[in-house]
């Protein structure tokens, strides 16, 4: 299985300079590929230069480190759910 993290979008606020980005997580699995949620991450202009160094790409990299867990749901696994529809729980 093979993730990679995609910029969905970015923003920046023009007046305070919050950058906003919205990353979503394609994984890939054999010939199968499926798209993680969305989650948005953002930064001030004083944390982007106290805590990355004004360094878009240590800010970038701390982003995609917290969103890597986001993978989605396995299309086997919904269609497994999917399954269970009229099913009588005991």
Do not use: C
Not at 45 to 69: G, K, P, T, V, Y
């Amino acid at each position: 299985m093979e993730s990679k993290i995609i910029i969905y979008d970015v923003h920046v606020h023009p007046e305070t300079g919050y950058i906003t980005y919205t990353l979503q997580t394609v994984t890939k699995e054999g010939s199968r590929s499926w798209m993680g949620p969305k989650k948005q991450y953002g930064t001030d202009q004083q944390m982007l230069r106290d805590r990355f160094n004004s360094d878009i790409a240590q800010f970038e990299a701390w982003a995609a480190r917290e969103h890597r867990a986001i993978v989605g749901v396995h299309p086997e696994f919904v269609d497994q759910m999917m399954k269970r529809k009229g099913q009588v729980i005991p």
